[in-house]
Each structure stands twice: as structure tokens, then as C-alpha cells.
């Protein structure tokens, strides 16, 4: 069973190096793809890609630990990232970190047991003046209370 599993993501490696070359530039390109199907870039994939590639394992890590939206384990359907940058810091972030974490039964930095969220920091999301602010998915929030926040949650629910 292993076995199948390690030579299916092979293949679908190879594929993606035929698609995208073999160059060193090609990595980025193949990550997201790797990313977009999987949701995240199993251990496995990362040394295939390295081998399939001829670089280094660690180059291929540290370019997923660059980019926000590549990851090396699997996260909830829906990503949140609160912001902890100064603005929305002296907004009132804490306080809706703290309701958020109550209502998900989880910590920032975890995934819950039904793999329906992930909870993560963010730096700056650019919306400053209207803090606090998150992001679930692609999507913006702003000028969040406990309360509200607690609203957004349950419509994802
Ligand atoms: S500081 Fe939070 S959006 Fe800029």
C-alpha cells in the first residue's frame, strides 16, 4: 500500500517536472502545484522533488518555510490568520484571538481533530486602519470584535 502511495506521488512529480523542466527555477511552480492538490507538501514529495531536481532537500524546505501558503502539514479547510502586527495589536487583537480560541476549542498554531480549521498569526494583511483584521482563505475581514468574529466563525461552520 505504501508502496503504491510512494509511486504515485513519484509519478505525479515527474509529471509536473516534464510540465514545468527540470531547471532549478521550476521549483516554485511545482511546489504550488504539489500544494494545491495535497494541501500541504508531504515529506516525501520534498525529497522527490529535491532528487527529480538534483538540489539540495534543505533548498526545497526553505522555500516552503519562506512562502505562507506552502505547508508541510496538512491544515484545516479553512485557514484563518488573525493579525498580530502593531495596529491591529492596539486594536483589540488579543481579545478576539482569545474569543476565537474558545469558540474553536484550539490554540493558534493548531489544526482541530475534524480538520475544519487552522489557526495561525499573520503579519500586516494591509488593512491597518481598520483593524483587527484576518483573513479566512482568500478572503479579508476587518474591524473585528470578539463578536463578530464569533458570527464569521459559525457561517463557516
Ligand atoms: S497591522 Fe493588522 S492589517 Fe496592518
Known sequence: MLVTEKNAMTEEI?????????KRSSLLSILQDIQRKHKYIPDFAQQEVARLLDIHPVEVFSVIS???????????????????TISCDMQGKSAVAKSIERELGIKFGETSKDNKFTLEY????GMCDQGPAMIINERVYYKLTP???????NGLK
Do not use: D
Open 14 to 22: 515527474e509529471q509536473l517536472v516534464e510540465k514545468y523542466g527540470s
Open 66 to 84: 519562506f512562502y505562507a501558503f506552502l505547508n508541510t502539514k496538512p491544515k484545516g479547510k479553512n485557514i484563518i490568520r488573525l493579525c498580530q
Open 122 to 125: 499573520a503579519n500586516c494583511v
Open 147 to 153: 463578536e463578530k468574529a464569533i458570527e464569521i466563525l
